[in-house]
């Protein structure tokens, strides 16, 4: 008999290391290679499988997605099945289409080890989709499993909160505070707990709130931190070198690529309404939204710049793309799009809402030439205020910025320096909406935003708050979005004041330039 070949610890390594490598390039494609490989090899690790399930996901192939998750499901031993099964539905919790999610969730809470974190992961499910009786009762089971859950009391007190059961939810969140080993609870807290107090009033106690929480992280941000500067420099340079005539030669190629859709980059910087307005807009029976995905970047960006030999500068590389490349691009990005949409895009606009792209102006127009730009701005105090406020975990390159006022006033600048800059010299077609306005008076800036997208007037637009119910929303007010509108977070910064003085001298040529004095 044939002795099976074993397969050195090294090996496996190295090929590990090379699938995430690949997927922090973006290059998903290679990454399920890789992954493949490490099956054939190491066939019985289920852990292997439920990550390959993802990356097809993230691909929007949810076959192939499922048909992994199922194969690591019946290699998982006994003892681990409800957590091969719950680490299933948590990669799936990525994926634009939530039913295998929901799926594998609920699946893990029937396995006779379930845990209280696997019924919170499907309480936290079911509350970002508004399903909140099902999510309190999936807490209520949690704790009944384990009282002193930290994960479960966690989950309760963020119900309370957005029940505004506000002294409640403080109580249980003040016990938890102090919980040496826990980290991840204890940050969720502390940032739970600041934005009850900002609620409050209570200002000088939210900030020391968010304060205690952003000093949990400082170390596991130091490293992103850096990587975010290289990433400053690297824009604001190439901001400083392009052109008007770059833009001009580029727009001028518009109706040389197919298919030329109707195609509009929603952005501008996070927090600054573009959520609210790509709610309002995706109401409208002629757009249809994605809402901040990878399909630039995976399609369109990663291609381009691995076209070129390593370190090319982003101008050169963008100027040696031949016309197949780009065409090969587009196609991709739009039928990836409509994978992601899970229906055709047909004679709609594709509204891309993605503000991280406004930093990438030269590469959308590069790809296409015939793109609009529809740029949402607010007070940048506000959006300084409201990065730094939001509970972003685990922390990456561009949320360490907003760990601190200073280097999220920094981040502000270098993105919305970027369209400070290049507005003037486009050709394309862009129009500005505030935030403020909106919250003012949305009727008459959702006619203003359709009139420039060359669309009749449509009601529908106006019942944001519903549509945004029977939606999957990504961004982290997809509790806010499905309200009617309000004003309190309209000039919230002055509760802040002192703590922002030191860096209103870096926000100040944008307060200007956007009208915000």
């Not at 289920?46 to 990550?51: A, E, G, Q, Y």
């Not at 409800?82 to 609920?106: N, P």
């Amino acid at each position: 008999m044939k002795r099976a070949q074993l397969v050195s610890y090294g090996t496996l390594l190295r090929i590990r290391q090379q699938a995430q490598r690949a997927f922090e390039n973006r290059n998903l494609h290679e990454c399920i290679t890789a992954l493949e490989r490490l099956h054939r090899l190491s066939p019985g690790d289920p852990d292997v499988l439920t990550r390959l399930g993802w990356i097809h996901g993230l691909r929007y192939d949810y076959k192939a997605a499922e048909k992994c998750f199922e194969k690591a499901i019946r290699l998982a031993p006994v003892a681990s099945k409800a957590e091969t099964i719950a680490a299933a539905g948590q990669y799936a919790r990525d994926f634009a289409d939530s039913w295998l999610a929901e799926k594998y969730l609920t699946l893990a809470l029937n396995e006779p080890n379930a845990t209280p974190e696997m019924f919170i992961k499907l309480a936290e499910f079911c509350e970002r989709r508004g399903r909140m009786e099902e999510a309190h009762n999936l807490v209520e089971r949690a704790l009944s499993l384990d009282p002193s859950s930290p994960v479960a009391l966690f989950a309760r007190a963020h119900l309370q909160h957005r029940a505004k059961h506000l002294e409640d939810a403080e109580r249980i969140l003040r016990s938890l505070l102090s919980l040496q080993n826990h980290l991840e609870t204890r940050v969720r807290a502390w940032y739970e707990l600041g934005a009850i107090l900002d609620r409050q009033g209570r200002y000088e106690e939210a900030m020391n709130a968010f304060c205690a929480a952003k000093q949990l992280l400082q170390q596991e941000a130091s490293v992103h931190l850096t990587g975010r500067q290289m990433v400053w420099k690297q824009v604001n340079r190439m901001r400083d070198e392009v052109s008007a005539a770059v833009f001009r030669r580029r727009h001028e190629l518009r109706g040389g690529f197919q298919p030329i859709p109707r195609l509009v980059l929603l952005g501008g910087h996070p927090r600054s309404g573009t959520t609210l307005l790509e709610q309002v807009i995706d109401s409208h029976a002629e757009i249809v939204s994605a809402e901040e995905t990878d399909l630039f970047s995976d399609h369109v960006g990663g291609p381009l710049q691995r076209s070129c030999p390593p370190q090319t500068p982003i101008l050169q590389f963008l100027e040696a793309a031949g016309q197949e490349l780009i065409q090969a691009c587009r196609r991709n990005y739009f039928r990836a799009a409509e994978l992601h949409l899970g229906e055709p895009i047909g004679t709609r606009t594709l509204v891309d809402k993605n503000p991280s792209l406004t930093m990438r102006v030269w590469d959308l127009v590069r790809a296409f030439p015939e793109i609009s730009f529809l740029i949402a701005l607010r007070d940048p105090r506000d959006v300084v205020l409201s990065c730094f406020m939001q509970p972003f975990f685990p922390v990456r390159q561009v949320t360490a910025t907003y760990l601190d006022l200073g280097t999220a006033a920094e981040e502000y600048a270098t993105l919305m320096g970027v369209w400070t800059r290049v507005a003037p010299m486009l050709p394309n077609p862009h129009l500005e909406v505030r935030y403020e306005d909106m919250v003012e008076d949305l009727e008459s800036v959702a006619r203003q935003v359709l009139e420039f997208l060359g669309l009749p007037w449509d009601e529908k637009v106006l019942g944001f708050d519903e549509h945004a119910r029977q939606k999957r929303v990504r961004s982290p007010t997809y509790a806010d979005v499905t309200q009617k509108i309000f004003t309190r977070a309209v000039g919230r910064w002055r509760n802040y004041q002192k703590y922002l003085e030191p860096h209103l001298a870096k926000l100040e040529p944008f307060v200007k330039a956007f009208g915000y004095e």
